[in-house]
């Protein structure tokens, strides 16, 4: 594997003291691996344009070639980059393989086209996506279902749309989604969202 730019520090402690508790089999700590470098690995295909079955193929080979290599890794601090470049790479592999099966022809893999993922900036994006769902987990029913409504279903939904799904007035939806709202900041502001 090539040489990495070195890693920023809080990446790089959290790399190697994963890295300790999985080589030295701490009880969960593969678990806590995923919780914490899973979302980054699935974003790399998804961003890529591959759908979630082909993204579970690129999670999956990315996490067999870890397990693979982990007593081999040199830097334990560089893990995060090189968990991201391992995705990179099953991604490309998983792009070739379809565009062969389809007799098309890949133009340029994702790193020769000059795109660069900061695998801090993706880890802190996987992070507060993960404090938005414990936040909106711990709304009351009745705002949760309707900020899902609003924000998280594919499609776009008119409010007389979300009124009927919710079995609401239209005129309701307006001040409810600014309480909820409100309500999910101050969860949010509770779990150290910046």
Same mark, same amino acid.
């Not at 890693?7 to 030295?24: C, I, N, Q, T």
């Not at 309707?146 to 924000?151: G, S, T």
């Given at each position: 594997?090539?040489?990495?730019?070195?890693?920023?520090?809080?990446?790089?402690?959290?790399?190697? *003291?994963? /890295?300790?508790?999985?080589?030295?089999? #701490?009880? =969960?700590?593969? %678990?806590?691996?995923? !919780? @914490?470098? $899973? &979302?980054?690995?699935?974003?790399?295909?998804?961003?890529?344009?591959?759908?979630?079955?082909?993204?579970?193929?690129?999670?999956?080979?990315?996490?067999?070639?870890?397990?693979?290599?982990?007593?081999?890794?040199?830097?334990?601090?560089?893990?995060?980059?090189?968990?991201?470049?391992?995705?990179?790479?099953?991604?490309? *592999?998983? /792009?070739?393989?379809?565009?062969?099966? #389809?007799? =098309?022809?890949? %133009?340029?893999?994702? !790193? @020769?086209? $000059? &795109?660069?993922?900061?695998?801090?900036?993706?880890?802190?994006?996987?992070?507060?996506?993960?404090?938005?769902?414990?936040?909106?987990?711990?709304?009351?029913?009745?705002?949760?279902?309707?900020?899902?409504?609003?924000?998280?279903?594919?499609?776009?939904?008119?409010?007389?749309?979300?009124?009927?799904?919710?079995?609401?007035?239209?005129?309701?939806?307006?001040?409810?989604?600014?309480?909820?709202?409100?309500?999910?900041?101050?969860?949010?502001?509770?779990?150290?969202?910046?």
């Amino acid at each position: 594997m090539p040489a990495l730019e070195p890693p920023p520090p809080l990446l790089s402690k959290l790399g190697e *003291r994963l /890295l300790a508790d999985v080589r030295e089999d #701490v009880p =969960g700590a593969w %678990e806590r691996m995923l !919780d @914490e470098f $899973g &979302e980054v690995v699935l974003a790399v295909p998804r961003r890529h344009g591959l759908g979630e079955a082909d993204a579970e193929d690129v999670f999956q080979a990315t996490w067999i070639a870890l397990h693979r290599s982990v007593g081999g890794i040199r830097d334990p601090g560089a893990l995060a980059a090189w968990i991201l470049t391992t995705a990179k790479r099953e991604t490309w *592999r998983n /792009l070739r393989r379809r565009a062969h099966l #389809v007799g =098309g022809r890949l %133009e340029a893999c994702p !790193d @020769e086209a $000059g &795109e660069s993922e900061d695998p801090e900036q993706l880890l802190l994006a996987a992070e507060r996506g993960r404090l938005v769902r414990e936040g909106l987990a711990d709304l009351e029913q009745r705002c949760r279902e309707l900020l899902e409504q609003l924000f998280f279903k594919a499609g776009v939904a008119t409010y007389a749309d979300i009124a009927a799904a919710l079995q609401v007035p239209v005129g309701s939806i307006g001040p409810t989604r600014r309480r909820c709202l409100g309500r999910l900041a101050e969860q949010l502001e509770a779990r150290g969202f910046r």
